[in-house]
């Protein structure tokens, strides 16, 4: 069975870093690119990030371009979002996701597109 | 505001069908294909249908999707009061660099 199990959520102060991460298993991790999307509380969903099978292109939101970090371990078969300059606004429950497809854009960036299955999510929140 | 844009609401009775639309942009629906998510009340949100129209295995026919230019429409047949939820439709934007979501629809089997 294909399982995701995101964990390394928890409260943090505006301007503070946290670590989450998500343990792949029942499939083989590095066949396939990985992302992390986010859903504040309430609210819709937003893609946060996208790496691919070998850590060797990633993308990220604008939202969050400069402060979080994706990467990859997949001897662990293990996904990370390092998280640093926290602002109240990424409160959200962080989804780990497997990528259908990733492919090169018109533009030439990496895309991440359609996402299965899904992590149960790992809060974060943001307040001081 | 979310890139794509979709119905806040849609509601019918069981056995009857739905449709909801997802409307977008050339960089997003109209270069890229469009995927659909079921979001149940506290739980993940779940595939329903990939590339457009195809279907993940175990999702019934009774979930459809198609496209066209940029727009997306998935449909829904002989509702049941367990496809309560809420359903996003989703793709790439090739002009932001980034995937992008519908805001979401709420479905009420009356």
């Known amino acids: 069975e294909v399982q995701l199990v995101e964990s390394g959520g928890g409260v943090v102060r505006p301007g503070g870093s946290l670590r989450l991460s998500c343990a792949a298993s029942g499939f083989t991790f590095d066949d396939y690119g990985m992302s992390w999307v986010r859903q504040a509380p309430g609210k819709g969903l937003e893609w946060v990030s996208g790496i691919n099978w070998n850590g060797g292109s990633t993308g990220y939101a604008d939202s969050v371009k400069g402060r979080f970090t994706i990467s990859r371990d997949n001897a662990k078969t293990s996904l990370y979002l390092q998280m640093n300059s926290l602002r109240t606004e990424d409160t959200a429950l962080y989804y780990c996701?497997?990528?259908?497809?990733?492919?090169?854009?018109?533009?030439?960036?990496?895309?991440?597109?359609?996402?299965?299955?899904w992590g149960q999510g790992t809060l974060v929140t943001v307040s001081s | 505001q979310s890139v794509l844009t979709q119905p806040p609401s849609v509601s019918a009775a069981p056995g009857q069908k739905v449709t909801i639309s997802c409307s977008g942009s050339s960089p997003n629906i109209g270069k890229n294909s469009v995927s659909w998510f079921q979001q149940l009340p506290g739980t993940a949100p779940k595939l329903l249908i990939y590339?457009?129209?195809k279907r993940p295995s175990g999702i019934p026919d009774r979930f459809s999707g198609s496209k066209s230019g940029t727009s997306a429409t998935l449909g829904i047949t002989g509702l049941q009061t367990g496809d309560e939820a809420d359903y996003y439709c989703?793709?790439?934007?090739?002009?932001?660099?980034?995937?992008?979501f519908g805001g979401g629809t709420k479905l009420t089997v009356l």
């Open positions: 989703g793709t790439w934007d090739g002009s932001l660099s980034a995937g992008v």
């Open positions: 996701a497997r990528v259908g497809t990733f492919y090169y854009d018109s533009s030439g960036y990496p895309a991440f597109n359609w996402f299965d299955p």
């Open positions: 590339d457009n129209n």
